[in-house]
């Protein structure tokens, strides 16, 4: 299994972003892919997730009107698109899979990229 995310870059504030996950060596229909973040210092945090039997999910009220992801089954790609980005949205951004329904509890998630940096400053 291998997960490979891209994307990541300085952004301003106000700035748009999407990130992307490529997966191989999965069942890309029936798992479950993921996406978080960790900032320096804290904790892993679940942003969205998306399967096929529980659609697309944001977690945190803090992104939910600026985050949104999908899946494209045909290039096997994940995205994380991000808009109105602010500083606090700095961080390494990981996808991960797992091969049932969603969950945003990372250690649910087995297998993990090796992480995107976001930083949005002016």
């Known amino acids: 299994v291998q997960l490979v995310e891209s994307g990541g870059a300085r952004v301003q504030p106000g700035g748009s972003l999407t990130l992307s996950c490529a997966a191989t060596?999965?069942?890309?229909?029936?798992?479950?892919i993921a996406w978080f973040r960790q900032a320096p210092g804290k904790g892993r945090e679940a942003l969205t997730c998306v399967s096929k039997s529980d659609g697309a999910i944001v977690y945190p009220r803090s992104v939910k009107d600026r985050f949104t992801t999908s899946r494209d089954s045909v290039k096997r790609m994940a995205y994380l698109r991000m808009t109105s980005l602010t500083p606090e949205d700095s961080a390494v951004y990981f996808c991960?899979?797992?091969?049932?329904?969603?969950?945003?509890?990372?250690?649910?998630?087995?297998?993990w990229g090796r992480g995107a940096q976001v930083t949005v400053s002016s």
């Open positions: 060596g999965i069942n890309f229909d029936s798992n479950a």
């Open positions: 991960s899979t797992r091969a049932s329904g969603c969950s945003y509890v990372p250690t649910h998630y087995v297998y």
